[in-house]
C-alpha cells in the first residue's frame, strides 16, 4: 500500500520571443508529461492558464511560465530536458527544479544528485538543500541569471504529513465522494470562485486543479497511513488567510512544511505545532526561498510499525 | 567527503551446546567480516571475549554471543548469513539485525526490506520499525522465539548528530591524534579500567573498542559537517553515570537518538535538548526496545547547503 505522495517540481519563465507557451498545444504538452511517466487526465482552461490534472499531480501551463509537479516514482527530470530541447536557452529567464524529501528515497528511479548531474549539463545553475537531510529538507536547482519578478509572482507550498482523525478517516475510505473530498477541504471557503478540477484515484488519492484568472491552486493527497502525505500549493498569499488553520483543522497532519517563495510571512494560529528547522535562501535569481518544519506536540510518541512476523 | 557512519548491526545469542564462539577462531571471523566488505584492523582479548577493531566498525566475540557493527555502505546481512550457515538454527537462542537511519539510504547496496527479505527466508521473526519513516528511526529484525535475558543483559546505544564546537572541530583537524580525541571523549572518566583499542583513520573518522570484564563499549565518529554521526554503545547502564551528559557537552550534538534494550530509564540533565520521538516495543524475544529522538532548541536555524554551483 506505500505510495511516495512527495512531488518533484519543475518551474520555468520564459521572454516574450519565446512565444505563447499555451500555443504548443496540447500534443507538445502529453508529450512533456509521458517523459515524466504521467498522463493527462482532465485539463480545466480559462483565459490565463491551462491546467491539466495528471495521473500523478498537476500541469499547469501560462502564456509566459509552466508549472509541473509529479509524484510517486515518475521520471520529472526527463520531462524537464525534454522540454529544455524545445526551447532556446536565451528565451529561459527563470527555471527551477525541486525535489521534496522523499519517505523511502531508495525506491526512486533517480537521487537529487542524479537529476542534477544530467540538468546542469544543459543549463548553468545552482543547487540547495534546504533543512537537515536527516529530518525533513527540500532540494532545489534554478538557473544562475538574474531575474526581476514581477509583483505578486509568489508561491506557497504546504505540505502536510501523518494527517489524522476523521477527515484522514474519511480519505481512507472506500465510499469517499469527490464532493464528500471538496466539502472536507472546505474549497467553497478557502478557494471561493476558483473554477474546479478533481479526481478520485483507486482504491485512495485524490487530486485538484483549481484556477482563477491568474490564479492556482492544486491539492495532492495520499491518505495512505504510515506514509500519508497531502501537498498543497498556490500562487495565492496565505497571510491574513484561513487557509491554513482550515486545512491543519480539518487534516491534523503529525508535522508539516511550509515553503515559500518572495511569500509575505504568515503567522496562523500554529496552536500546538513547534517549528523544528528553518532555513532562508536569497536565491541569485531573484525569488527568496522561505522552508519551514513544524510538528505537533502530540506527534512525538509513535507507536513501532510492524513490518512482517514469520513465527517459527 | 560524504560518509555514511549510521550502523547496522547484528547480535547472536547460542546455547551451550554450540560450543564456545571464541573458540572458532580469527580465521572463521575473519571470514565473518570479509562477508561484509570490512576487514580486521586490530584486536584486544580478555577472559570474557574478543574486541575486533573493523575497517568499517567493530566485532565482539564471547563465548556464548557475537555482536558485529558495521557502516558506510558494509553488507552486514551477507555476514550475517554467513554466519548462519555454520550453525544449527537450534542452537540459537536470540538473535537481531537492526538497521538505524540513513542520511543518503540511496546509496546503500541494500534496503531493510531487501536485507530482511534474506534473512527472514533463513530464520523466521519479526520486524519493526521503532520512530518516523520522515525522521529518525530504528529498524530491528529478531528471531521470533522466547529468550530468558540474564540480568545485566543491557544495550544502551547513543547516537549523535550534527556535532558542532571545539570538539568537533578538534575531530575535523589534521593534527588530531588518538591521545587527543581519548581526551575529548574522557575516556578515562566515563570508561575507568577499560583496555582501549583505538583507530584514527585518513582523512577523518574515529573508531574505538573498549572492553573490561565482560563489558564492552565501542565509539565510532564520521566528523564530516554536513553528515557528522558519533555513535557509542555499551552493555553498561546509564543510569547515575556522567556518562550521557560528558558526551553530550564533549561534541554538542544538534540531535541524538537513544536506544535502550532492557535498558533501565535514564535522566540525565538533557538541558535544550527536547524529546521528539519516542517509541517502545516489548519484543517477544524477551527485550524491551526503547528508542528516543532528541533535538537542541538551536537546531532549529540551518544554513542552506549549496550542493552545486555553474555560473553561465
Known sequence: MFFEGSEKKVEVITAPKAGSLRALGRDFWSGIVTRANAEILDVLSNEHCDAYLLSESSLFVWHDRFLMLTCGTTTLADAF???????????????????????????????????????????????????????????????????????????????????????????????QTPEGVRSLLQLDKILPGFAISDWLFEPFGYSMNAIKGDRYATFHITPQEQSSYVSFETNLELDNSILVATLLGALQPGSWDLIGFNARDIFPDYGDYHCMTESTLDMSCGFAMNFRHFQHQDHRIVQPEMISRKVS
Not at 84 to 100: C, G, V
Not at 102 to 127: N, T, V
Not at 143 to 166: A, F, S, W
Open 81 to 175: 530536458l525534454h522540454f529544455l530541447a524545445h526551447i532556446n536557452d536565451n528565451d529561459i529567464l527563470y527555471a527551477s527544479f525541486q525535489r521534496k524529501n522523499e519517505y523511502l528515497s531508495h525506491l526512486q528511479k533517480s537521487s537529487f544528485a542524479d537529476d542534477l548531474a544530467r540538468i546542469g549539463q544543459r543549463l548553468p545553475g545552482s543547487a540547495y538543500r534546504l533543512g537537515k537531510l536527516d529530518s525533513h529538507h527540500h532540494y532545489i536547482f534554478h538557473l544562475d541569471r538574474p531575474y526581476q519578478c514581477m509583483d505578486g509572482d509568489v508561491t506557497n507550498e504546504l505540505l502536510m504529513y501523518h494527517i489524522k482523525g476523521d477527515g484522514a478517516d474519511y480519505l481512507r475510505s472506500p465510499d
